[in-house]
């Protein structure tokens, strides 16, 4: 694994519950590659973080995985909008920045 797939990764394991991240976004805030690396490296190694607060830019979840994502959006409150079997996150709403919102993102970055 390189240090661009670590960084996407530990990006990952940082967004709040209930809060996701588009591939672009990540892309973004890390300040390299784009969607498609980001989603190459969530293919890839993704398994292990948080995967499902990582959707597209419309917010629609990872193909193949929809009904899990869903799932486990509900659990977290994430906000969504439409109804089954189109429900997607709320963007407006649900998007994370990358700021400072946990201690523990604080003392990591």
Excluded at 5 to 19: F, K, T, Y
Excluded at 35 to 63: E, I, L, N
Excluded at 96 to 102: A, I, L
Aim: charged share 30%.
């Amino acid at each position: 694994m390189d240090q661009f797939a670590e960084r996407v990764l530990d990006v990952v394991e940082h967004i709040p519950p209930g809060r996701v991240m588009a591939y672009g976004d990540i892309a973004e805030y890390l300040g390299e590659g784009g969607p498609r690396q980001v989603g190459r490296v969530m293919s890839t190694w993704g398994g292990g973080v948080p995967w499902w607060r990582v959707v597209h830019a419309d917010g629609t979840p990872v193909p193949g995985h929809e009904v899990e994502c869903r799932q486990r959006w509900r659990e977290e409150g994430t906000p969504t909008r439409g109804v089954t079997p189109g429900v997607k996150v709320d963007m407006r709403r649900a998007r994370w920045d990358g700021s400072p919102d946990s201690a523990e993102f604080q003392e990591n970055h």
